[in-house]
């Protein structure tokens, strides 16, 4: 079975300490790898695609880097305002199917505290 | 250019009625998908429609439908809603060809009594 695997379920950071989110995949033919933000009763708000091994994106303090089975988020130095449900997605083609669909993780509850 | 726009944003039903929920995807986006989202499961995807076409579909029962018109726009339908249908229903559109990057709209909270 596909998976995709996102931890921590939950971080707590204060204000300017920088850490990691991690996301494993398990999808076979991967298509492309993406991350989501999601605040609490709004829809996920798209951050970032990855094709390739060793590709990096970055937006503000924000930074994702794709490898062979895991993609990381980066954030440097957050800020309260970075405190949401980071989502990540892979495009992955389906079983007796031609066709591809995105495959969501559970996300990660990051908490920036002042 | 306007995003993915969805309606009503809250509803709330009793048991065994049944609901349609609407979704206009982005302009030019031709591939459009739903997903339910609970705190318990996460993100679950019901089923992606391109070009009126439904071209994949998630694990839910058959009271789980939707259809696309030929502007893009869509609509899913629950028949026969049970508590546990409660959850923010979430559409995101594509491009739909080469593209898989997907934009949500704001969602549905269905809450059913």
């Known amino acids: 079975e596909d998976q995709v695997t996102q931890s921590p379920e939950a971080l707590r950071l204060q204000e300017g300490e920088s850490s990691s989110l991690n996301c494993s995949y398990t999808v076979s033919g991967l298509r492309g790898l993406f991350w989501y933000r999601q605040d609490p009763g709004k829809g996920p708000e798209f951050l970032f695609t990855l094709y390739s091994a060793g590709e990096e994106k970055e937006k503000e303090r924000l930074k994702a880097t794709l490898t062979k089975k895991e993609s990381f988020l980066h954030i440097t130095a957050p800020k309260p305002e970075d405190s949401a449900t980071y989502l990540c997605?892979?495009?992955?083609w389906g079983r007796g199917s031609t066709l591809g669909r995105l495959y969501f993780g559970r996300g990660t509850q990051l908490t920036v505290w002042p | 250019k306007a995003g993915v726009t969805q309606t009503p944003r809250y509803l709330i039903k009793t048991r065994g009625q049944q609901v349609t929920l609407s979704c206009s995807p982005i302009?030019?986006?031709?591939?459009v998908s739903w997903y339910q989202q609970t705190p318990g499961q996460g993100l679950q995807f019901l089923f992606e429609y391109f070009s009126e076409t439904q071209r994949n579909k998630g694990n839910f029962p058959g009271r789980f439908s939707g259809r696309q018109f030929s502007n893009s726009r869509s609509e899913m339908n629950v028949s026969t809603l049970e508590l546990g249908d409660s959850a923010l229903y979430l559409c995101?559109?594509?491009?739909?060809?080469?593209?898989?990057?997907?934009?949500f709209g704001p969602g549905t909270r269905l809450t059913v009594t």
């Open positions: 302009s030019g986006h031709r591939s």
């Open positions: 995101a559109s594509s491009l739909g060809l080469l593209s898989y990057e997907q934009y």
């Open positions: 997605a892979v495009h992955a």
